[in-house]
């Protein structure tokens, strides 16, 4: 493994030209075949933390991270390259059988995930703010950590309230009901979906990536976060259903909500 000294500069990782992703206020680049820097005003050192968590913590594939720290408003997150190429790149090259090979594979690590424990908190890791997207379309809204999903759900109320009070004072009173407060707060990837799995050209899972919506959350969280904004031009979506832990209820709520707040 590349030690720290060895480490591109930050210099070198702003002049990459391998550019794997790029989205507003974050970025990430390729430094070679063995490392990857994700760096930008919105990359969070909470991200960094999650993969450590995972990697020590289970046998799930994450990159390895060598090197974190923030810099003139910046936060860089050095970490080893996973092999192989994202889902989304080559979904369509894999038979229907295939599909759904990777998905009862990925299954596999979300279920190790759900078997870290409970939390007594919701949030990121170390008792650190959530960092869904949610908060970056609402950053005025307090983040937590919350104590309780009680907590938790009042916000979600009070922002849609807040957003939308006016033309429907009362709707978030209804909104409010529908939560449930009593679900177990398992640990969540946030974002599941084909361009954060890794997967080699046989069909297996290589990683898993993109943690940066990670952390403790209503056990829902991840069922509801894969289909928001779901893949339907295959059956991918249909094997999640099959294999994964499935809310229906809670989905059809988290997308009255999401899809006004966000």
């Known amino acids: ?53 995972i990697g020590e913590n289970t046998n799930i594939p994450v990159p390895a991270v060598l090197k974190a720290f923030e810099r003139e408003g910046k936060t860089y997150i050095y970490m080893t390259r996973i092999p192989g190429k994202t889902l989304e790149d080559c979904l369509d090259k894999f038979s229907d059988s295939q599909l759904e090979g990777i998905v009862e594979q990925l299954a596999g690590y979300v ?26 379309y609402n950053d005025h809204l307090p983040a937590g950590p919350f104590d309780t999903e009680t907590q938790f ?34 640990f969540t990837h946030g974002d599941i979906a084909p361009r954060n799995i890794m997967v080699s050209d046989e069909g297996r899972i290589t990683g898993i990536i993109d943690w940066e919506y990670a952390g403790w959350y209503p056990e829902y969280w991840e069922y509801a976060k894969a289909y928001f904004g779901g893949e339907w031009k295959t059956n991918w979506s249909l094997w999640m259903d099959k294999y994964f832990p499935s809310y229906h209820y809670e989905l059809l709520v988290h997308n009255i909500a999401y899809g006004a707040l966000t």
């Not at 279920?111 to 970056?136: K, M, V």
């Not at 009362?170 to 707060?185: A, G, T």
């Open 1 to 53: 493994m590349t030690s720290s000294k060895e480490l591109p500069s930050v210099e070198d990782v702003h002049a990459s030209k391998d550019v794997l992703y790029s989205m507003g206020n974050g970025a990430v680049a390729g430094m070679g075949p063995d490392i990857v820097v994700k760096y930008g005003e919105r990359v969070r050192l909470s991200e960094a933390e999650a993969m450590k968590y």
């Open 111 to 136: 279920h190790e995930l759900r078997s870290l424990g409970e939390s007594n908190y919701i949030g990121s890791t170390n008792h650190a703010p959530c960092t869904d997207y949610f908060w970056q």
């Open 153 to 186: 759900n009042d916000m979600i109320a009070s922002a849609y309230h807040a957003r939308w009070g006016d033309s429907r004072p009362k709707f978030h009173i209804f909104l409010r009901s529908l939560y449930r407060d009593n679900h177990r707060i398992l």
